[in-house]
């Protein structure tokens, strides 16, 4: 019984931890690092004449449909026009992309006309590059207006290599669950890059919106799947820093529906494990101390240990109840019961239409975790493939 005690108690805590106590301790380590250095100050936004050259690289498969949505978005940006630059990169685009795009004296195209990946897309592009940063957004993202001068005032910072935005979700139509439950995951996400950044650095930067100091860029291997998380952790690795700001922020809307949704989770969670394996010297905690905590707590344990921890700790729950191992393990058992039976109602509701937001958040941390190991089969059955895998939205 005593092996079964320590399977439970250790689980629940990886479980705990890994969802809320590594925020809740990163909340208290901000509120004790502004006790002693006070609030972090912000700096003024550089002037005109300050911006550095710029350039805006956006990567396309088939985007035919958002082209002219996506340019409206870009030409309304705050930047001056002598520094930026506007690079579509479409890798093996088979539709009217290039064409579309051709109607705009402004664009730089960059073609691949084998379709590579999108990793293979960004080294393309990046080897055209001609400016002192690039910033990397997506075809059917939309960013704000000021979105690069905020970016261009946090590389005033020498720490700083890589700057990442917010990512924004929006639904449609009200009551898209898919959308919602992404939104929800986001906004949880954001805060804890808020204070990840406010500590030392953001572990990692999302696509729809990250800056880089090109100087700084480290080969990412073509079959990469999350070639925006390597690509900024490479930079800490260098020992920059990731600086996450929620005043540029790119909004897009929410998966179609669950099973959109799944692909985009899936892809995630086998790019999470391929990460922890080029990322592994990061985990050393003699060499990058904090990094290694941030890095450990904030993405390790969601993509690996975390959903199987979950299992042994409802069987090893269940083993100790049958072994009348006392009335705390009896309402643990019940409670984790309850939260699957929620789950499970979750799932139901959202195959026939029905919403109810608890119900739905249990079944999309269920959905998140289950895709984890959804994930491990696709890593091994696309191990060389770096090509989009799309998820349609809404």
């Not at 999350?226 to 998966?255: C, H, K, N, W």
């Not at 391929?274 to 010297?281: A, E, G, N, V």
């Not at 699957?340 to 959905?367: D, E, I, P």
Request: with cysteine; glycine share 6%.
């Amino acid at each position: 019984m005593l092996t079964l005690k320590i399977i439970f108690w250790t689980t629940m805590f990886i479980v705990f931890y890994t969802y809320l106590g590594y925020g809740i301790l990163l909340y208290l380590i901000i509120r004790l690092k502004r006790l002693f250095k006070g609030n972090p100050v912000k700096s003024p936004l550089p002037s005109d004449d300050e911006l550095p050259t710029m350039t805006l690289m956006i990567c396309a498969y088939n985007e035919e449909d958002v082209v002219a949505e996506k340019m409206v978005n870009t030409r309304a940006i705050d930047y001056p026009k002598d520094k930026l630059r506007i690079m579509w990169v479409t890798d093996g685009s088979n539709d009217h992309t290039n064409e579309l795009l051709a109607a705009y004296p402004e664009v730089d195209i960059v073609f691949s006309p084998e379709r590579r990946g999108k990793t293979a897309a960004l080294k393309h592009g990046l080897r055209e590059l001609q400016t002192r940063y690039v910033a990397f957004t997506d075809a059917n993202t939309m960013i704000n207006a000021g979105a690069l001068r905020e970016i261009a005032r946090l590389f005033m910072d020498p720490t700083v290599g890589c700057v990442s935005g917010e990512k924004r979700v929006a639904a449609r139509k009200e009551g898209e669950m898919a959308a919602e439950g992404e939104g929800l995951y986001w906004r949880y996400e954001s805060t804890l890059k808020k204070w990840d950044s406010e500590l030392y650095s953001a572990m990692g930067a999302a696509g729809e919106l990250y800056a880089i100091d090109p100087t700084l860029v480290r080969e990412v291997p073509d079959e990469a799947l999350l070639d925006d998380f390597m690509m900024s952790m490479f930079i800490v690795d260098e020992g920059r820093r990731i600086a996450y700001t929620p005043d540029a922020y790119a909004q897009e809307y929410g998966s179609a529906n669950i099973y959109e949704e799944s692909k985009r989770k899936r892809r995630i969670a086998a790019g999470g494990l391929q990460s922890i394996w080029w990322l592994r010297r990061m985990l050393n905690p003699f060499r990058q101390p904090i990094v290694a905590f941030q890095y450990i707590s904030h993405r390790v344990l969601r993509w690996s240990i975390t959903p199987i921890a979950m299992i042994l700790l409802l069987l090893a729950n269940i083993a100790l109840v049958i072994a009348g191992a006392g009335l705390l393990y009896q309402i643990v058992l019940i409670l984790q019961i309850l939260f699957y039976l929620m789950a499970f109602c979750g799932w139901q509701q959202n195959r026939y239409g029905h919403k109810n937001k608890l119900l739905y958040t249990a079944y999309y941390f269920m959905f998140m975790n289950f895709n984890v190991f959804r994930g491990m089969a696709y890593l091994k059955s696309h191990s060389s493939s770096g090509a989009w895998e799309k998820a349609k939205r809404s």
